[in-house]
T-cell receptor
Framework: AQSVTQLGSHVSVSEGALVLLRCNYS??????LFWYVQYPNQGLQLLLK??????LVKGINGFEAEFKKSETSFHLTKPSAHMSDAAEYFCAVTVNAGKSTFGDGTTLTVKP | NAGVMQNPRHLVRRRGQEARLRCSPM?????VYWYRQLPEEGLKFMVY????????ESGMPKERFSAEFPKEGPSILRIQQVVRGDSAAYFCASSPSLGAGTGELFFGEGSRLTVL
């Protein structure tokens, strides 16, 4: 069985500051890993995905994530936060292209 | 290209009534997933279906909840005799057939159920 832990249910940064959202996973087989973003009253949109190719994955809106097998981590980063980045972010793990298991989410607040 | 379509977007029911939520997957997608999101919580897997088959229903409550994905028409999540604890956002997602994708899910905008 797979699982995901997102450390920190709320993260607050100033506009222009580094964004770091943490995700650790557990999986008995090589996983596919994803970050999704959810804006209020909307569905989830894919930010980026790791599918066993390059360990540093670049996504939309300037976000990127690095797969570290030794640390079972897949942290999401963005060098400079923008007000429009305020949203809820979910890390997810999938094995064998089946169902995805999601973390509890991290709410990102960006202060002016 | 139409994305995943869910309706209704908002549904209000009184305790004991039935709720039916519909989901049309993206064109060309044959896999449908239902997730529930309670207030201030993450997404919890409920059920995974292919056309006319339930593949994994390990997240479905044993009673009152059912799901189907018929050969023709949308997938339907049915909740009988709703209770206040069923109030949540229900999200549908779809994906291509196995082997044609990498596990990425395409989400609808959700159906928000309120039970009075």
């Amino acid at each position: 069985a797979q699982s995901v832990t997102q450390l920190g249910s709320h993260v607050s940064v100033s506009e222009g500051a580094l964004v770091l959202l943490r995700c650790n996973y557990s999986s008995s087989v090589p996983p596919y890993l994803f970050w999704y973003v959810q804006y209020p009253n909307q569905g989830l949109q894919l930010l980026l995905k790791y599918t066993s190719a390059a360990t540093l994955v670049k996504g939309i809106n300037g976000f990127e994530a690095e797969f570290k097998k030794s640390e079972t981590s897949f942290h999401l980063t963005k060098p400079s936060a923008h007000m429009s980045d305020a949203a809820e972010y979910f890390c997810a793990v999938t094995v064998n292209a089946g169902k995805s298991t999601f973390g509890d989410g991290t709410t990102l607040t960006v202060k002016p | 290209n139409a994305g995943v379509m869910q309706n209704p977007r908002h549904l209000v029911r009184r305790r004991g009534q039935e709720a039916r939520l519909r989901c049309s997957p993206m064109k060309g997608h044959s896999h449908v997933y239902w997730y529930r999101q309670l207030p201030e919580e993450g997404l919890k897997f409920m059920v995974y279906l292919q056309k006319e088959n339930i593949i994994d229903e390990s997240g479905m409550p044993k009673e009152r909840f059912s799901a189907e994905f018929p050969k023709e028409g949308p997938s339907i999540l049915r909740i009988q005799q709703v209770v206040r604890g069923d109030s949540a956002a229900y999200f549908c997602a779809s994906s291509p057939s196995l082997g044609a994708g990498t596990g990425e899910l395409f989400f609808g905008e959700g159906s928000r159920l309120t039970v009075l």
